[in-house]
Structures are given as structure tokens and as C-alpha cells.
T-cell receptor, first 114, second 113 residues
């Protein structure tokens, strides 16, 4: 299975600032995704990170708030912009290595907004 | 219709007992049903998955039972061990968008020694 590294693993941020989370995979993958897991909650898909084109966002998530980059088949970033305390969550990078529907997740980036 | 309802929210089982977690769905287009296990501070890890063409799938101590007519599926953990203590999520997806998982709300399992 793919090894997925996320940075930072955790951060504490001030309201109104932005934070960029990086996701590095040890092999080339076609499908990369960003999920959000709010405290004690389930996982919600934010967007699909498309290599070489704009990300595909799910209902309730917009590019201005969560800009995503995918410059190549092993790397992606998610930025959480103009943060508020409601953005305090774990943000998880995920890949579908064999286009099988079997997702592998990184360990997540725990974000606390004060 | 896109929801996956999971129960119970939390579960305490004695070592050696059977842990049972249930999920229900409405969308009959769902055709892929995985279970994920998440330990504190870690990302979810795929545990076992099933497609609707079978009613049961077993991998070691973990079994998925699937009832297509009732639109329900469940995870059974036999001979539960303290190391199984984690949060378990059921999920569902469909067709060409099998990667777009709809997750249940999660079940926090505690296995007592």
C-alpha cells in the first residue's frame, strides 16, 4: 500500500490566517482526495485533487476557502483560508492507489484555530 | 438518501466476546461497502469490504454480513481483543465514483481485558 506523509501533523493557528497542508505519496497515484474529520465526527470528502487541472469540490466546499494544488502524481496541497474556529478539524489526505475504490489515508493534520 | 446510518455510537465488550456494529443505507445504487478502523492520532485504515453480490465476507476474526433487501450491513469482530479498541467507520459508495465514500458516524469500541 502507498505510504502517505502529511505535514504539518498538527498546528495551532489564529483566526483569519491561512494554513497550507502538504501531502506526499511514495508512489504515483491517479486519484488523490482531501477529507475533513471534525472533532469526534465522521469523515467528509472535501474535494478530489486532479493532476494538472482544477480540483473537484463536493457540495458545501468552495475553492476560495479550500484551494488545492496537485502539481504531479505524488504531491498535493490543501490550504485552509481565512480560518475560523469552525475550521478546527483533522484534514486527511487519501489516495486510491489502484483505482479500486480502496482508499488509503495519511495520518492527518490536526488543525486548531483560536 | 446519501446517508449511511451507523449504530451503536459506542460499544464496550469483554475480551473474547463478539463485537457487532450495524449500518443501514437508503441509496440502492451503492455497490461498495468498506469498513475502516481508526486508532487515536492515526488515519483510518481499510479493514474489510464487501460488494452486494455476496452476503458475507470473512477475513480472520472480522466478518461483514450484508442484507441487500434490508439495505443493511454489519461488522462482526469475533474473539474481540483489547487491541481491537478503536473507532470503526462503515462507508458506502457507488459505481464509477467508488472513491467517493459516504461514511457512517463511527462506533467507538472498547474491549476490556
Amino acid at each position: 500500500s502507498a505510504v502517505i506523509s502529511q505535514k504539518p501533523s498538527r498546528d495551532i493557528c489564529q483566526r483569519g490566517t491561512s494554513l497550507t497542508i502538504q501531502c506526499q505519496v511514495d508512489s504515483q497515484v491517479t486519484m488523490m482526495f482531501w477529507y475533513r474529520q471534525q472533532p469526534g465526527q465522521s469523515l467528509t470528502l472535501i474535494a478530489t485533487a486532479n493532476q494538472g487541472s482544477e480540483a473537484t469540490y463536493e457540495s458545501g466546499f468552495v475553492i476560495d476557502k479550500f484551494p488545492i494544488s496537485r502539481p504531479n502524481l505524488t504531491f498535493s496541497t490543501l490550504t485552509v483560508s481565512n480560518m475560523s474556529p469552525e475550521d478546527s478539524s483533522i484534514y486527511l489526505c487519501s489516495v486510491d492507489q489502484g483505482n479500486t475504490g480502496e482508499l488509503f489515508f495519511g495520518e492527518g493534520s490536526r488543525l486548531t484555530v483560536l | 438518501q446519501q446517508q449511511v446510518k451507523q449504530s451503536p455510537q459506542s460499544l464496550i465488550v469483554q475480551k473474547g466476546g463478539i463485537s457487532i456494529i450495524n449500518c443501514a443505507y437508503e441509496n440502492t445504487a451503492f455497490d461498495y461497502f468498506p469498513w475502516y478502523q481508526q486508532f487515536p492520532g492515526k488515519g483510518p485504515a481499510l479493514l474489510i469490504a464487501i460488494r452486494p453480490d455476496v452476503s458475507e465476507k470473512k477475513e480472520g476474526r472480522f466478518t461483514i454480513s450484508f442484507n441487500k433487501s434490508a439495505k443493511q450491513f454489519s461488522l462482526h469482530i469475533m474473539d474481540s481483543q483489547p487491541g481491537d479498541s478503536a473507532t470503526y467507520f462503515c462507508a458506502a459508495s457507488m459505481g464509477d465514483s467508488s472513491y467517493k465514500l459516504i461514511f457512517g458516524s463511527g462506533t467507538r469500541l472498547l474491549v476490556r481485558p
